[in-house]
Each structure stands twice: as structure tokens, then as C-alpha cells.
């Protein structure tokens, strides 16, 4: 039977390790933290996530937790439109997705709930090292056990251990900026003017503040865990004070900003923040694939490719990338096809994710700049780029 060791279960590391194990790979998938958990915040799956997630088998269960995304523009912070909001051209189809958003916990159920049985989870192991060699078998040691398997997946995050050795030509750099996620449940969020309560988009000054719901007030809704989920991103560096400082922090700068972000501020609590420091990888690593033995090592979702979170895809590449391997390993056999199958993995998926990272790093840039400045020059970008900024900042069903 083919083999496969998995480091890391966040979003990527599951859903590789769930379509190994439903296509016949015996897999070890190895986790850091003490046991499988996502965290309590929520992240919009677009279009391609929604595709990736069909293709890995979990559509269903998708569905289960999933709330629409509608189409919105972009607001500067006195509330008057930099885009306005667009009519959906075409209507949902199988093929053509719009986004939803998911709470985070639930994805992760879904994602643990196509583990099946048959996977080998360890949890509170930390890979330490891994064994490079051409004609050895794929290995890796927490320096306590050893795991060797026809295939090692890195999947272990912006700072992975596996990338560091693949890979080191490419580093993990601050992207200087700071985000803070949360969700305020249902029974604490206040009534909102009309016209605000399905979700938006502000930028300003190098600040953003996005938000949308999940499942609606007064029902279930479509997630179990629903409300309404923020994002903010201000210029800086991560903020080392207690969460209720951050918070005050957080409302004196989106003090003066346009219904309803004053009135999500005030109803969240500092429990609910959680803080990213945010960080991208530079260069692009050269490959996303080694051989050795007869198989070998790949890197999936942020441990190849991480990126600050600006066009908000980073969990939704780490499906596709999933949903790629799982088809160019389904036939793959050690020895034989396997190496060429990791081959194709690189040269399929690393032109359209270095792509998307330059078009991070701009959106960034431009995010970055401050005052009127900075202004005209994203109204500038926002007209000669409408194909960029128009698809990333709404979170549209544009593709
Ligand atoms: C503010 C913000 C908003 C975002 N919004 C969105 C959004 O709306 N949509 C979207 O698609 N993306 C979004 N993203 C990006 C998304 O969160 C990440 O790209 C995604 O979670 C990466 O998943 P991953 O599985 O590759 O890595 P991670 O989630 O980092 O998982 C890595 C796992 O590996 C484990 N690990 C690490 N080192 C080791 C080791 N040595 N041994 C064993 N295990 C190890 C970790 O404990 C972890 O469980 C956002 C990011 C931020 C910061």
C-alpha cells in the first residue's frame, strides 16, 4: 500500500491527508499542538475553494456550513462608495460557485470528519528534522520516532520545518501589517441600520475592515457557531499588549469610520480577538516537489506558498492544492509514475501561485501607503487594475 506522512493539520494538512486516505494511502498525519482543532474566527472560501472542496469530496458538507457572500463594493471610511456594489452577471451554477463564508471550527469538523478511521493521527508531535537524500525514502523525526513513507507532505504552515530544508532559499518576512479576526455571536450583535447587515468592505489610510455573516439572527443558519465575523488589518507590527488593550486600540483607530464598525467594536469582547502577525514568503520556493527514494517530499498551502492575507486565499489555495494532488497521485505509483506525478504537482500549481503572491504583495504595498497620498494612488490602482483589486478586495464571485 502507498504511504504518506502529513505534517501539520491545519486546513491544508487535512484535506491532503483526508484525499490520501479516500484514494487507498495508508497516512500517518503528524501535529504539533496537543490535539486537531481550527480556530474560533471564520474565513471566506471562494469560487476556487468552493470548487477544491467538490473536488476533495466535501461539497456536502460544505454546504452544511456555509453562508453566501453577496456581492458588495468598497467603502472608504465616511461610507461613501471607492466601488460600487455590482450586480451578479450570472447566476450560480455547479460549475461557477459564488464565495461563502465558513466559521472556522466547522471547517475543521468537516475537514476531521473526512479523515475516516483507517488515518494514524498523532498529535503533540513537532517535527524536528527531515532526511534529504536521493536514493533514501522520504523521512522525517521529532527526534524521538522516525517516520519514513513513500511521500512526506509539508503542510506545516508559513514557518515550516520541511520548507526550511526543501526549500531555503525562501524566508518567512513580516508583511507590516497586523490583522485581528473574531466572530461576535448572534446574541450580542446589535441591531444594525438597514442596508448594513449583509457584510462589507472599507479601506482607508492603510486600515481595513471587512465583515460578514454567518447564517442569520434568530435561526441556526447555516453554521451551528453563527454570527457575525470581522477582519481588520492596520499598519504595523504585531501588538504585544493584553487583548483588551488591543481592543481599545482597535476602536480608537476605526473611531471616526462609517456604520456598522463602531457599533462590531463595541459588541466584541476581548475574548473573542485573535491576533496575526502577518508574514510572506520571499522568494517563491523554486519547487514545490523533491524526489527521493523512490517517491518524496511536497509543500502544500502556507508552507509553500504563504502570503499576507490582503486578497484573503491563502486557505482556499491550500485546497486546491489538495484537490491537485489528490488527482495527479491517484494513479501514482512509487517507483514508477510517482516522482513524475510530484513533478507535475510543481509545474501545475507554482505559475498561478507566484502570480498570486506578486498581486499580494502589490495590493499590500498600496494598502500600506498612507494618507491622501495613498489615497489617490489606490483609487489610481483601483482604475488601472480593476481586474486585481475589483476581484481580490470585494470577495466576489468574480473569477
Ligand atoms: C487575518 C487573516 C484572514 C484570513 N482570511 C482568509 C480567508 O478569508 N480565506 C482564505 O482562504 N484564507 C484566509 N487567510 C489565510 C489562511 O488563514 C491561511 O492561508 C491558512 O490557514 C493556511 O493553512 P495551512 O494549513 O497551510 O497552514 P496552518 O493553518 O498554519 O497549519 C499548519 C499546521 O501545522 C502545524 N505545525 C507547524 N509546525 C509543525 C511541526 N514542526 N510539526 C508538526 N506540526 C506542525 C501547526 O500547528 C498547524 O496546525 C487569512 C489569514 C489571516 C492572517
Same mark, same amino acid.
Request: aromatic residues 6%; proline residues 6%; glycine residues 14%.
Given at each position: 500500500?502507498?504511504?504518506?506522512?502529513?505534517?501539520?493539520?491545519?486546513?491544508?494538512?487535512?484535506?491532503?491527508?483526508?484525499?490520501?486516505?479516500?484514494?487507498?494511502?495508508?497516512?500517518?498525519?503528524?501535529?504539533?499542538?496537543?490535539? @486537531?482543532?481550527? &480556530?474560533?474566527?471564520?474565513?471566506?472560501?471562494?469560487?476556487?475553494?468552493?470548487?477544491?472542496?467538490? #473536488? *476533495?469530496? @466535501?461539497?456536502?458538507? *460544505?454546504?452544511?456550513?456555509?453562508?453566501?457572500?453577496?456581492?458588495?463594493?468598497?467603502?472608504?471610511?465616511?461610507?461613501?462608495?471607492?466601488?460600487?456594489?455590482?450586480?451578479?452577471?450570472?447566476?450560480?451554477?455547479? +460549475?461557477?460557485?459564488?464565495?461563502?463564508?465558513?466559521?472556522?471550527?466547522?471547517?475543521? +469538523?468537516?475537514?476531521?470528519?473526512?479523515?475516516?478511521?483507517?488515518?494514524?493521527?498523532?498529535?503533540?508531535?513537532?517535527?524536528?528534522?527531515?532526511?534529504?537524500?536521493?536514493?533514501?525514502?522520504?523521512?522525517?523525526?521529532?527526534?524521538?520516532?522516525?517516520?519514513?513513507?513513500?511521500?512526506?507532505?509539508?503542510?506545516?504552515?508559513?514557518?515550516?520545518?520541511?520548507?526550511?530544508?526543501?526549500?531555503?532559499?525562501?524566508? !518567512?518576512?513580516?508583511?507590516?501589517?497586523?490583522?485581528?479576526?473574531?466572530?461576535?455571536?448572534?446574541?450580542?450583535?446589535?441591531?444594525?441600520? &438597514?442596508?448594513?447587515?449583509?457584510?462589507?468592505?472599507?479601506?482607508?489610510?492603510?486600515?481595513?475592515?471587512?465583515? #460578514? @455573516? *454567518?447564517?442569520?439572527?434568530?435561526?441556526?443558519?447555516?453554521?451551528?457557531? =453563527?454570527?457575525?465575523?470581522?477582519?481588520?488589518?492596520?499598519?504595523?507590527?504585531?501588538?504585544?499588549?493584553?487583548?483588551?488593550?488591543?481592543?481599545?486600540?482597535?476602536?480608537?483607530?476605526?473611531?471616526?469610520?462609517?456604520?456598522?464598525?463602531?457599533?462590531?467594536?463595541?459588541?466584541?469582547?476581548?475574548?473573542?480577538?485573535?491576533?496575526?502577525?502577518?508574514?510572506?514568503?520571499?522568494?517563491?520556493?523554486?519547487?514545490?516537489?523533491?524526489?527521493?527514494?523512490?517517491?518524496?517530499?511536497?509543500?502544500?498551502? +502556507?508552507?509553500?506558498? !504563504?502570503?499576507?492575507?490582503?486578497?484573503?486565499?491563502?486557505?482556499?489555495? #491550500?485546497?486546491?492544492?489538495? !484537490?491537485?494532488?489528490?488527482?495527479?497521485?491517484?494513479?501514482?505509483?512509487?517507483?514508477?509514475?510517482?516522482?513524475?506525478?510530484? +513533478?507535475?504537482?510543481?509545474? &501545475?500549481?507554482?505559475?498561478?501561485? !507566484?502570480?498570486?503572491?506578486?498581486?499580494?504583495?502589490?495590493?499590500? #504595498?498600496?494598502?500600506?501607503?498612507?494618507?491622501?497620498?495613498? =489615497?489617490?494612488?489606490?483609487?489610481?490602482?483601483?482604475?488601472?487594475?480593476?481586474?486585481?483589486?475589483?476581484?481580490?478586495?470585494?470577495?466576489?464571485?468574480?473569477?
Amino acid at each position: 500500500m502507498r504511504s504518506a506522512v502529513v505534517v501539520g493539520a491545519g486546513v491544508g494538512g487535512l484535506a491532503v491527508a483526508g484525499a490520501l486516505t479516500r484514494t487507498g494511502w495508508q497516512v500517518t498525519l503528524l501535529e504539533r499542538a496537543g490535539r @486537531l482543532r481550527g &480556530d474560533t474566527a471564520a474565513l471566506l472560501i471562494w469560487p476556487e475553494g468552493v470548487r477544491a472542496l467538490r #473536488a *476533495l469530496g @466535501l461539497g456536502d458538507g *460544505l454546504r452544511a456550513i456555509a453562508s453566501p457572500v453577496p456581492t458588495r463594493g468598497i467603502r472608504r471610511p465616511n461610507g461613501q462608495w471607492l466601488v460600487q456594489p455590482y450586480p451578479a452577471t450570472e447566476p450560480e451554477t455547479e +460549475d461557477a460557485p459564488g464565495s461563502v463564508v465558513v466559521h472556522r471550527e466547522d471547517l475543521h +469538523d468537516t475537514l476531521v470528519a473526512g479523515l475516516g478511521d483507517r488515518i494514524d493521527i498523532r498529535t503533540g508531535v513537532a517535527v524536528r528534522t527531515v532526511r534529504m537524500g536521493r536514493d533514501e525514502p522520504a523521512t522525517v523525526s521529532d527526534g524521538r520516532s522516525t517516520w519514513s513513507a513513500d511521500l512526506v507532505v509539508g503542510a506545516d504552515g508559513v514557518d515550516s520545518i520541511v520548507r526550511r530544508r526543501l526549500a531555503p532559499e525562501a524566508t !518567512a518576512v513580516a508583511a507590516g501589517c497586523a490583522a485581528w479576526r473574531a466572530v461576535i455571536p448572534w446574541y450580542r450583535v446589535p441591531k444594525l441600520p &438597514d442596508g448594513l447587515g449583509t457584510g462589507g468592505e472599507t479601506l482607508g489610510g492603510g486600515h481595513r475592515f471587512r465583515y #460578514a @455573516l *454567518l447564517g442569520e439572527r434568530g435561526s441556526a443558519g447555516a453554521s451551528s457557531r =453563527g454570527g457575525i465575523y470581522w477582519a481588520a488589518t492596520v499598519p504595523g507590527a504585531y501588538r504585544p499588549e493584553p487583548p483588551a488593550t488591543q481592543l481599545s486600540l482597535l476602536r480608537r483607530w476605526f473611531a471616526d469610520w462609517h456604520p456598522p464598525v463602531g457599533d462590531l467594536l463595541a459588541a466584541t469582547e476581548p475574548e473573542d480577538l485573535i491576533q496575526h502577525s502577518v508574514a510572506e514568503l520571499r522568494p517563491v520556493p523554486r519547487s514545490f516537489s523533491y524526489l527521493a527514494g523512490g517517491g518524496g517530499y511536497v509543500l502544500l498551502g +502556507d508552507a509553500a506558498h !504563504a502570503m499576507s492575507h490582503h486578497l484573503g486565499q491563502g486557505a482556499c489555495l #491550500a485546497l486546491e492544492d489538495a !484537490a491537485a494532488l489528490r488527482t495527479l497521485l491517484l494513479d501514482a505509483v512509487p517507483g514508477r509514475t510517482l516522482g513524475t506525478a510530484l +513533478d507535475a504537482y510543481t509545474r &501545475d500549481r507554482r505559475p498561478r501561485l !507566484a502570480r498570486i503572491m506578486r498581486q499580494s504583495r502589490r495590493v499590500g #504595498a498600496m494598502m500600506a501607503a498612507n494618507g491622501s497620498l495613498a =489615497g489617490r494612488a489606490r483609487d489610481a490602482a483601483l482604475g488601472l487594475s480593476p481586474s486585481l483589486l475589483g476581484r481580490v478586495l470585494r470577495g466576489s464571485r468574480a473569477r
